[in-house]
């Protein structure tokens, strides 16, 4: 078989038929690598590693051992939030070039236990702090669909390497947009779950930091029924996470539920900043088509804190979640950020937390509940809302360019919170896919979320499914033409 854009899905089941090997479905995916390396979507490449995972997995199947849903699949994992012992593990910071991580993540041992082979690690921006990956020790990752824009970010290498056909799956984390807006960017689909679903592990150091704003780890893959899959390979309860919660029946099992039986609720922003007509058009294009599969579907904006008021709420919020990860990295690493060879948003982002009013930073619950409040609302009435993911095509890949500062006519301010509608979500911590919309006139991907109710993941990917069978997007990659 063609090992080069099947699905994880598929290749786990070739290779327990027989019809082919986990060997020559790494040497596809190594070679691969190795021909494209102008998207910059990984930092290591474990090899030796693999390829050992790899005859290990063949001799399993030949043995006809149990094997697990994802046996002899390469998987990337994400350089910030997951980690293989004696691998390299940046954080996407030059000073870090030479660490190597001493332990495995839970994410890394969960999918190694359900037989997949770990790849190599993929770029991220330093500490994951902002939606563009490019930092100073690996450079700048594009999306395949154009070489001068970004992947998006934070899990922009993993997004880049699925749309690339480097990898049939990936790992990233999403602290406010980071598994959605490269998802968005690459045209792949991804999974931010409940709080608490995956569970963190961040190596002992603050086993409590990721609740304010929810951080959350998850997958990217190119089919719906892809995420579906790794989610349940990663979820389920762990006690080195205080915040872990019990498994829940297979999300795999639940895709097929009936389009007729399913509800939606529409908004085009939100109701809070402007979207790019070409985004706009193709979101609600794509709703259209989700209503034609059959799902009710009916506009409607949720009632939310105004954006100046909620931003500034996420803001100060997760200022403060990076300030305590760089101190943490500062004692462990004897790293200085203040002359660090970082890039100057990273200084900024830290700078953000260090000065925020520790009360007033606790205050800004106030305004989550009101966020909270409002989704919950709509949710109330919806199995789903729907919205768009970014609020522009993807922008200009190097930090050095910005962001743009005007969208539909309006002047902005050229931030991260801007160009996306995914942080709400941080905010409130509700679970949120992200799936292929179309492509602009320009042939730029355009990503479109669907948030559920807490612990609803299940029904968040069967609306997600509904739409990929009524408007499939898997012949639409670059290494497809």
């Known amino acids: 078989m063609d090992s080069i854009g099947a699905t994880a899905t598929e290749l786990a089941k070739a290779i327990r038929s027989g019809e082919t090997t986990a060997e020559a479905v790494l ?135 699925l749309a690339g056909g480097l990898t049939p799956l990936a790992t990233g984390s999403d602290i406010g947009g980071s598994l959605r807006v490269p998802a968005a960017c690459c045209y792949v689909a991804s999974l931010k779950p409940t709080f608490g679903r995956v569970p963190a592990d961040d190596g002992g150091v603050d086993r409590f930091s990721h609740h304010t704003p929810f951080l959350v780890l998850g997958s990217l893959a190119r089919t719906v029924e892809d995420v579906a899959l790794s989610y349940d390979v990663l979820a389920g309860p762990d006690d080195r996470d205080p915040f872990s919660l019990p498994a829940t029946p297979a999300t795999r099992d639940q895709l097929d539920q009936p389009p007729e039986t399913l509800s939606a609720a529409y908004s085009p922003d939100l109701g809070l900043q402007p ?105 109330d009435e919806y199995d789903v809302l729907v919205t768009p993911t970014l609020t522009v095509p993807p922008y200009s890949r190097d930090l050095a360019d910005g962001y743009p500062t005007e969208i539909d006519g309006e002047d902005v301010m050229g931030v991260p919170t801007d160009q996306m509608l995914t942080w709400v979500f941080n905010v409130t911590g509700h679970p949120v896919a992200n799936v292929p919309a179309g492509l602009t006139d320009d042939g730029l991907p355009v990503g479109l979320q669907i948030v559920g109710s807490r612990h609803a993941e299940a029904d968040v990917l069967a609306v997600a499914k509904s739409l990929e069978t009524v408007r499939p997007w898997a012949d639409e990659y670059p290494f497809r033409n």
């Open 27 to 161: 040497d596809a995916h190594l070679d691969r690598i190795a021909e494209h390396d102008e998207l910059n979507a990984f930092v290591t490449v474990i090899e030796e590693s693999a390829r050992e995972q790899a005859r290990r997995a063949d001799e399993a199947a030949d043995a006809g051992e149990d094997l697990g849903p994802l046996h002899g699949v390469p998987v990337a994992i994400k350089d910030l939030t997951q980690r293989k012992a004696g691998v390299q593990h940046t954080l996407g910071l030059a000073p870090l070039s030479d660490n190597v991580a001493s332990t495995d993540s839970v994410t890394v041992e969960r999918l190694e236990a359900a037989g997949a082979v770990i790849l190599g690690t993929t770029n991220t921006p330093a500490l994951g702090h902002t939606i563009k990956t490019d930092n100073r020790l690996q450079g700048a990752t594009p999306t395949p669909f154009d070489l001068t824009r970004s992947a998006g970010g934070s899990s922009g290498g993993s997004a880049a390497a």
């Open 275 to 379: 979207v790019a007509p070409e985004v706009r058009d193709a979101v609600g294009a794509a709703v259209d088509d989700l209503a034609s599969a059959g799902v009710t579907v009916e506009e409607r904006d949720p009632d939310l804190p105004d954006y100046a008021t909620l931003s500034e709420a996420y803001m100060t919020q997760v200022g403060v979640f990076f300030a305590g990860m760089a101190r943490g990295i500062e004692e462990a690493f004897g790293i200085d950020f203040e002359t660090a060879d970082v890039v100057d948003t990273v200084r900024s982002t830290i700078a953000l937390g260090e000065s925020a009013d520790p009360v007033e930073a606790q205050l800004k619950n106030r305004v989550r509940t009101a966020a909270y409040d409002g989704i919950e609302a709509v949710l």
